[in-house]
Protein backbone atom coordinates (compact mmCIF):
# COMPACT_ATOMS: atom_id res chain seq x y z
CA UNK A 1 0.00 0.00 0.00
CA UNK A 2 1.56 3.79 -1.31
CA UNK A 3 1.20 6.26 1.41
CA UNK A 4 -0.54 9.45 -0.03
CA UNK A 5 1.69 11.82 -0.52
CA UNK A 6 1.42 15.81 0.78
CA UNK A 7 1.63 18.98 -0.80
CA UNK A 8 2.43 22.46 0.66
CA UNK A 9 -0.61 23.95 2.80
CA UNK A 10 -2.21 26.84 1.06
CA UNK A 11 -2.59 30.18 2.90
CA UNK A 12 -6.55 29.82 3.04
CA UNK A 13 -5.91 26.60 4.51
CA UNK A 14 -7.43 25.46 8.21
CA UNK A 15 -5.00 26.39 10.53
CA UNK A 16 -5.75 23.14 12.83
CA UNK A 17 -4.92 21.24 9.36
CA UNK A 18 -1.35 22.77 9.91
CA UNK A 19 -0.80 21.81 13.01
CA UNK A 20 -1.35 18.76 12.69
CA UNK A 21 0.36 18.76 8.99
CA UNK A 22 3.57 19.93 11.43
CA UNK A 23 3.15 16.88 13.17
CA UNK A 24 4.45 14.69 9.89
CA UNK A 25 7.70 15.98 10.55
CA UNK A 26 7.96 13.41 13.39
CA UNK A 27 7.20 10.97 11.30
CA UNK A 28 4.20 9.48 8.75
CA UNK A 29 5.58 6.05 10.51
CA UNK A 30 3.08 7.27 13.08
CA UNK A 31 0.18 8.21 11.12
CA UNK A 32 -2.66 5.56 9.98
CA UNK A 33 -2.88 5.75 6.14
CA UNK A 34 -6.34 6.27 6.66
CA UNK A 35 -5.35 9.30 8.29
CA UNK A 36 -2.65 10.71 6.19
CA UNK A 37 -5.63 9.88 2.80
CA UNK A 38 -7.81 12.75 5.51
CA UNK A 39 -5.24 15.20 5.58
CA UNK A 40 -5.01 14.84 1.25
CA UNK A 41 -8.50 15.10 1.07
CA UNK A 42 -9.57 18.08 3.75
CA UNK A 43 -6.26 19.95 2.32
CA UNK A 44 -6.79 23.68 0.83
CA UNK A 45 -10.78 23.16 2.63
CA UNK A 46 -11.85 26.83 3.86
CA UNK A 47 -14.19 24.98 6.20
CA UNK A 48 -13.88 21.66 7.83
CA UNK A 49 -16.81 19.66 8.87
CA UNK A 50 -16.87 19.08 12.82
CA UNK A 51 -16.29 15.27 11.81
CA UNK A 52 -13.03 15.92 10.33
CA UNK A 53 -12.04 18.21 12.82
CA UNK A 54 -12.56 15.96 15.47
CA UNK A 55 -10.64 13.46 13.57
CA UNK A 56 -7.91 15.19 12.93
CA UNK A 57 -7.63 16.01 16.50
CA UNK A 58 -7.78 12.44 17.35
CA UNK A 59 -5.66 11.27 14.59
CA UNK A 60 -3.30 13.75 16.07
CA UNK A 61 -2.94 13.06 19.07
CA UNK A 62 -2.66 9.57 18.76
CA UNK A 63 -0.01 10.12 16.72
CA UNK A 64 2.11 12.21 18.85
CA UNK A 65 1.29 9.66 21.62
CA UNK A 66 2.83 6.53 19.42
CA UNK A 67 5.99 8.52 18.76
CA UNK A 68 5.84 9.34 22.80
CA UNK A 69 5.80 5.66 23.65
CA UNK A 70 8.94 4.36 21.21
CA UNK A 71 11.97 4.38 23.50
CA UNK A 72 14.41 7.22 23.52
CA UNK A 73 12.02 9.48 21.29
CA UNK A 74 10.80 12.41 23.42
CA UNK A 75 10.07 13.73 26.97
CA UNK A 76 6.54 13.61 28.50
CA UNK A 77 6.75 16.95 28.55
CA UNK A 78 7.34 17.71 24.44
CA UNK A 79 4.52 14.90 23.45
CA UNK A 80 2.11 16.83 26.12
CA UNK A 81 3.12 20.10 24.20
CA UNK A 82 2.45 18.84 20.92
CA UNK A 83 -1.42 17.42 22.12
CA UNK A 84 -2.20 20.65 23.73
CA UNK A 85 -1.31 23.11 20.92
CA UNK A 86 -3.55 20.41 18.82
CA UNK A 87 -6.34 20.71 21.33
CA UNK A 88 -6.07 24.60 21.69
CA UNK A 89 -7.68 25.46 18.46
CA UNK A 90 -11.26 27.15 18.48
CA UNK A 91 -12.24 24.69 16.28
CA UNK A 92 -11.59 22.16 18.13
CA UNK A 93 -13.73 23.57 20.91
CA UNK A 94 -16.85 24.51 18.77
CA UNK A 95 -16.66 20.86 17.06
CA UNK A 96 -16.37 19.44 20.66
CA UNK A 97 -19.46 21.09 21.64
CA UNK A 98 -21.33 20.87 18.96
CA UNK A 99 -21.39 17.09 18.89
CA UNK A 100 -22.06 16.93 22.01
CA UNK A 101 -25.00 19.00 21.81
CA UNK A 102 -25.94 16.91 18.83
CA UNK A 103 -25.74 13.85 20.98
CA UNK A 104 -27.83 15.33 23.84
CA UNK A 105 -30.12 17.13 21.20
CA UNK A 106 -30.98 13.37 19.73
CA UNK A 107 -31.90 11.61 22.94
CA UNK A 108 -33.28 14.37 25.22
CA UNK A 109 -34.94 11.38 26.99
CA UNK A 110 -31.77 10.24 28.65
CA UNK A 111 -30.25 11.66 31.96
CA UNK A 112 -27.51 13.86 31.86
CA UNK A 113 -25.39 11.51 34.09
CA UNK A 114 -22.92 14.96 35.16
CA UNK A 115 -26.17 16.67 36.21
CA UNK A 116 -26.88 14.57 39.07
CA UNK A 117 -24.45 14.17 42.19
CA UNK A 118 -25.32 10.62 43.32
Not at 66 to 76: C, I
Not at 92 to 110: G, H
Amino acid sequence: MTTPTLQEPSEKQNTLQRSVEALLSIGDQYFLPEALELLRRTRGKDRLSDDEILMLTVTAAQAARARYVEPGTQSAQDTLNIILNILDHEDVIRAEFNKLYTLFRESPDEPLAFLHNE
